[in-house]
């Protein structure tokens, strides 16, 4: 062992040497394509301790080597701050090495164990803790799949406190070819750990808003510790686009080179759009002329009829039904009028999902030609993000030099606070959320908070389950781009925000799109999925909206928790303190009555006269002064007698003297 818990070289089996001729980087057959053990070192830093295959055709498992288009690897597989968690899990992206334009998916699991767990300790290890994490890096985008997998060998691999046993290591990699196929990109097992129900149960209406920015092509940072939170939400967000984890990261890695050939793809999708051919668009929704709105006479002729109609048969109009009362006509323009009365066709729910994805041409390709996407990127990338290739990203980090890094993201997301941080006001107003939309994502969120979900619906999933809810944003998407193809000054278009649909125009996966639009999509009713009349519903919805997910409305409901907590504090002080007003009041009224109860009634005005000076009273006289006493004072004083008298000069003295005669 060479590093922390590390591997000597020598130590491997003869199949760790593998020629030129046999190896295969990239391979279609094998799901799993190297299967690596990267640790901590105190002097370099994250290496690569174990590759199986290895990483460098021709190599040795153990020489550490790295290709130069992976040599983020070893700090992609240890991610920033993992030494604050004893275990973590990364989910990240490789671009491949035999084609640029194919991704390689990173599933590392990262554990610390105290050296006093290692049986094979060496003299590398200086430090309290060993750092190490093992790593597959596979051609199918199975993250959960393969992240329940390696949970497990890594604890074993851990437990057994040995790290030059790499035996464990080859048989990941061979038990991992064996078990995974590419069948399982079109099952449920492709979401595994992935809950988009938990994602919008968290986010609620923040998830639709980060669902339309994804479509915009602009810089977002995802910002939160440990990293298999953040990576997990990242990829839980992208499950909600329909065929996207499947098939639509394969350029998600892939930095467009500034000297690409103008007649590549890539280059053609930038051009404008006025270059584009719009016969078909323009066949789909044709542009209306300014005199198409000018009413004629013979529309302001319908218009009366249709008002006449309507207050002679209400119900029946209503209904769809003609009127009883209303006499059939015998010219033909009533009839069309009638026929363009019909209410328009909404958008349908179930005729959506029986769309299948490639007739409607998804996943979209979003992330392609500079449009970057990593559920998790380390410091060693701060500086690739800003190269001129690149427009656009959706990424994660856990190193607050992310944020800190001046123009590096257009938005930024705060997990932990909550916070979504737009520092261009357009792009804010752009993302904002209309009416419509609150219906949409309200009634989403209503049926995943709901405790009993026990409704099947015709085969789709779970009612407020995690397939239910990918159904309803994919029901969503489709009438967004079904509405996208018309005129940009028509109502309807307000209902997704016209200022959505001037930044969606001006992104290069949609100039590509709009020309070549799915058929599928242009056959169906345009429409918002929750388009309707406004109600008192929609005004708690806005206002619900306002003070919980804008920075206004949140300091505005701070202030006011504030300010009831303050209230709250005075009103306890007021009332403590006018308790103890009357408590003190009522000590001292009483106090007062016991004092007076307890004191005698006051001597005669004559002057004292000195016990020495004066013949002692006969008991038969002092008797007659003690009733005479007790006349004066009769409710608390019960005589005195003329001892008490002499010693009259003294409060302390008298008390004593009349306890001394009350217990004669």
């Not at 199949?15 to 391979?27: E, G, H, I, K, T």
Request: hydrophobic share 30%.
């Amino acid at each position: 062992m060479s590093k922390d818990g590390g591997l000597s070289r020598g130590e491997g089996s003869p199949d760790d040497r593998v020629s030129p001729s046999s190896l295969s980087n990239y391979d279609n057959n094998s799901p799993v394509l190297h299967v690596v053990v990267v640790g901590f070192h105190h002097k370099k830093g994250c290496v690569v301790e174990y590759a199986h295959p290895p990483l460098m055709p021709g190599g040795e498992s153990l020489s550490g080597e790295v290709p130069s288009q992976w040599r983020n690897l070893p700090s992609l597989a240890l991610p920033d701050g993992s030494h604050n968690f004893a275990q973590d899990t990364v989910f990240f992206h490789l671009p491949a090495l035999h084609d640029p334009r194919q991704t390689v998916f990173g599933i590392s699991c990262y554990r610390q164990i105290d050296v006093d767990k290692i049986k094979n300790r060496t003299e590398d290890i200086t430090r309290g803790t060993v750092q190490k994490s093992v790593c597959v890096l596979s051609r199918l985008p199975l993250f959960g799949q393969i992240q329940v997998k390696m949970s497990l060998i890594t604890q074993a691999y851990f437990e057994e406190g040995d790290f030059s046993k790499t035996e464990l290591i080859r048989q990941t990699y061979e038990n991992l070819n064996d078990c995974l196929t590419d069948d399982m990109l079109h099952t449920q097992q492709l979401y595994v750990g992935l809950s988009a129900r938990d994602l919008v149960a968290r986010y609620k209406q923040k998830s639709l808003q980060l669902f339309k920015l994804l479509l915009l092509e602009r810089k977002v940072l995802f910002f939160k510790s440990p990293v298999s939170d953040l990576s997990g939400d990242i990829l839980s967000l992208l499950s909600l686009f329909p065929g996207m984890l499947e098939a639509g990261l394969a350029e998600s890695a892939c930095i467009v080179p500034l000297d690409t050939p103008e007649d590549t793809p890539e280059h053609s999708i930038v051009q404008p759009c006025q270059e584009a051919d719009n016969d078909s668009v323009q066949s789909i929704s044709p542009s209306p002329s300014v005199n198409s709105f000018i009413p004629t006479s013979d529309s302001l002729q319908s218009i009366s009829s249709k008002v006449k109609d309507r207050f002679s048969g209400a119900i029946g109009y209503i209904s769809g039904a003609k009127s009883p009362t209303s006499e059939p006509s015998t010219s033909p323009e009533p009839a069309v009028e009638m026929r363009e009365e019909s209410p328009p066709e909404l958008p349908s729910f179930s005729r959506v999902t029986g769309i299948s994805n490639k007739d409607l041409e998804y996943p979209l390709k979003v992330y392609t030609s500079g449009n970057l996407c990593h559920p998790y990127l380390s410091l060693p990338y701060l500086d690739i993000l800003t190269q001129p290739s690149i427009h656009g990203y959706t990424i994660g980090a856990t190193n607050a030099l992310f944020k800190a890094k001046s123009g590096l993201s257009d938005v930024v997301i705060e997990i932990d606070e909550d916070k979504l941080e737009v520092q261009n006001p357009e792009l804010r107003k752009s993302i904002s959320l209309t009416t419509e939309d609150l219906r949409f994502i309200d009634y989403v969120i209503r049926v995943v908070s709901e405790e009993s979900r026990d409704k099947f619906l015709e085969g789709v999933g779970w009612e407020g389950g995690d397939e239910w809810v990918r159904a309803q944003f994919r029901f969503y998407l489709t009438c967004l781009l079904r509405t996208s193809l018309e005129p940009r000054d028509r109502p309807v278009i307000h209902h997704f925000n016209s200022n959505f649909y001037t930044a969606l125009d001006s992104t290069q996966w949609y100039r590509s799109w709009v020309r070549r639009s799915p058929a599928a999509i242009a056959e169906l009713p345009v429409g918002h999925p929750c388009s309707g009349q406004l109600s008192v519903t929609d005004v708690k919805l806005r206002f619900s909206h306002t003070i919980n997910n804008t920075e206004g409305g949140k300091r505005v409901s701070a202030a006011v928790a504030s300010t009831g907590r303050a209230v709250a504090d005075t009103s306890k002080v007021v009332a403590g303190g006018l308790g103890a007003a009357k408590g003190a009041l009522s000590a001292w009224w009483g106090g007062l009555r016991q004092d007076k109860s307890k004191s005698p009634s006051p001597p005669e005005s004559s002057p004292e006269i000195s016990p020495t000076h004066k013949k002692p009273k006969s008991p038969s006289k002092a008797n007659k002064e003690s009733a005479k006493n007790d006349a004066a004072d009769s409710t608390h004083s019960e005589g005195t007698s003329s001892e008490t008298k002499k010693s009259a000069a003294s409060g302390n003295e008298l008390e004593n003297g009349t306890s001394e005669v009350r217990d004669s």
